[in-house]
């Protein structure tokens, strides 16, 4: 720490618009060209940094996750008090710690538990039977199915589905069987899901989304599929049903994985990759071909449903050449 | 069938970790291995796996029908007694069969239609003049707009959407003017949606989504669009507006389905495909560029910006050894 | 305007579907040859069509447009009166317009302010300090995070949700921290959303809908993302964070924006483009592989996977025919 202990700080702020009374941080390379003139009353700075900014600062290894504590500390979501909205519905049969809240319009069926210092927002339904450790936030609009499991402080963004059916159906004779989905999701502590995302319950066994697991808006997870522990996927990917991701797993934007297959730990797969086989070793992977302009994409699409012809010819060429 | 007549079946299980009092099943070969060991106390499986097992089984051509079949008869979802929670908003002039429930929550409009025995859970829509039949299952958290009508049997899983509207929008002069959406929705009986699925109301006619379709979570179809008796739609896909998908065509996740074009009966797309133009014949169709390591598909994907000059490139190449 | 000023229309259909009674419009050539036998009392035309059909007639340069007009005006949605419903719960610090309507199910929370002739649909829920302009329309379970801002005729498809948080996570030691979401969204005047859309609140500044956009169903635009005025986005696009989007930009369904990037004005992405770096000239721009028989396609993205290497061999040959 440098500078004044006095400095009174209120609030976070980028560092090009900040103005004094709050802090910034300097965490992407890119931003560094604001750092002289930021007006920042400190900044929260890399050791390589440092010596860039004259004012007050924290200077540590990691500024942005220094950044994301200070920030929870200055803006922490608004206090509640324990108790259940008048609107709010709670089936006699369900326990609902008394430190916990319900919001209106949220209805909490039958066998269901919520834990100590839960905040259920307005127009969740929480399922029979279902359980929700400590700690946890469901913004508004979520909603878990029957026999679901949460661990600790897992916070649910609006529009999240948990426990929906599976896609379980077996054809017969041209017409489709509803394969009962008969398991459920646990969820582990400490777990983040976005905006509109679903999980789905198991057909038999339960799907597994593991403690530290961060899932963007609109991702879907099939039924029976484990994400494993901290791992990490964006807005839009889809992840079929069975499919086995390790820990520390980060799938990028629009990505697709396959059912009944592995991602071992500490995988990347870039943005819209698609993911058709096993990936068993570490490192990082991508599909996909990138934009151009229509006219050039046109002419070299139309080439490659020619590829395999062309690859024939080359080697034919080869062959002549040699003799 | 063959064994003890005498056998107590309490639950299915897979076969892997079957416990006894339970029934297992094998449909898929991967799972063969785990045939001799299991503690089922019985097995569903086909003619060529019953001399593998020594235990109660129930021999069919088809095992995973069968299973489905005595899951359901095994799990059935609870039992539920007609009627209106007090905490549902159902307006004077809806009709809700006296058989059917409405839970708390939920909100039926005005000239609305419940039909007997439905389950509509907690915090659903539906919206004014929609018409459901017999037997519909609205999980929880299901939206219907104005005038859609269900058929029989339909599941819907939380957050389904059905009858918003179309992405209708006509340019002028550097603006959008709605276009409004006048048509509706009509799904048939027995059809299935996943979770947060949406289905657009017609412009002008309505979007159809006929008898025996199941669609999984995530899935967009757009206003006017017809998806054909028995077709099987899978995570995130997208289906644009006033595309006409036949019957019993199966679509894997993420594929999108332009607008206004045709997918003729038996079409198989698998995951990701990119459907531009009508496909007119029956068969399997696909697109994409399956996973690399970066580094490989980094280079690869640099080329085919060049495609078309390659070939043209081996063309001369060609050429100039035939001279 | 052509033909008997005493014609009675009570409603717009298609043309090839069009009772008398009911006005119909060409704007599609593809629909052309049904315009001499439909049963149209009156047709919206182009001058070029004008000749080919001998009844009642508005003829304009944009029919589609001129369409728009007149079906809004032959089917207005039906008139509200203001009210909150007694199933709706309105916070005592909210302001509700005395003209606005809250529906039954319906959440305002505290220090929220909804506009005159605000429709606020079944189920909704507007977050503490949210703001709404006048005329907007929420047509049913909508969720709207906190001090989310919305202008003027917004209207929002249900199952939306505005100001979830984004996705703002920073790696410590094998595990996710939080970085807390402190920005909110404003959404322009005369924007339009689609069903299950979700708009991420930015991380410490705001996410932008600027004036006029219209976002499709299932789209999702990361936290501090802009979207710039009368641009419009079709179904299942993601836009990630920080990606800053022009003007009057098109994007058709399933295409991705990397974040941090820009896209100026006047650019159209087609379906499934991969917009993986800034596109800094106006034009169309494409990404993709189209679809072909599973078969071919087999064959020729194996070859995919050697497209450098056949590029060496290719150049190799060249050079050796010259020598």
Redesign the interface.
Known sequence: MRGDAATRIQ????IQ?AAPGSIAFLANPKYRRYLTDSQASAMILSPEDASGWQGAALVTK?P??L???V??AL?PP?PFQGGV?P?A?VDPSAKVASDAWI?????V?AGAEVGARCFI???C?I??DAKLGEDCRL???V?L?HEVVLGKRV?L???V?IG??G??????G???????Q?GSVRVGD?V?I???T?V?RGA??DTLIEE?V?L???V?I?HGARIGA?S?I???V?I?GSANVGK?VMIA??A?V?GHIEVVDNVV?????????S?TEP??????????????????????????E??R??AE??K??KD
Not at 11 to 14: D, G, I
Not at 103 to 107: A, W
Not at 174 to 180: A, D, S
Request: include cysteine.
């Open positions: 609030r976070v702020a980028t618009n990691n942005y996750v950044y994301a504590r920030a929870a803006s608004p909205h609107r519905w919001g209106p319009g949220s209805v069926e927002g307005p127009n339904v399922g029979r913004t508004a609009s909603t199915c916070l963004n609006p529009g589905v929906g059916d896609f379980g159906i077996a054809p017969e041209g017409r489709w069987i509803k394969v009962p008969l400490d983040e976005g905006a509109n679903t789905d038999l066994e530290g961060k963007d808006n609109l879907q099939g901290h990490a964006a807005g839009c889809a079929a520390h934007g629009m697709g396959n797969i870039t943005a819209m990759g698609m993911v058709t086989n990936v490192g990082v992977y991508s599909s996909g071909i990138p934009l151009d302009t229509q006219r050039n994409w046109r002419k070299n699409s139309v080439r490659f449903r020619h590829l395999d062309m690859a010819r080359l060429l080869e002549k050449l």
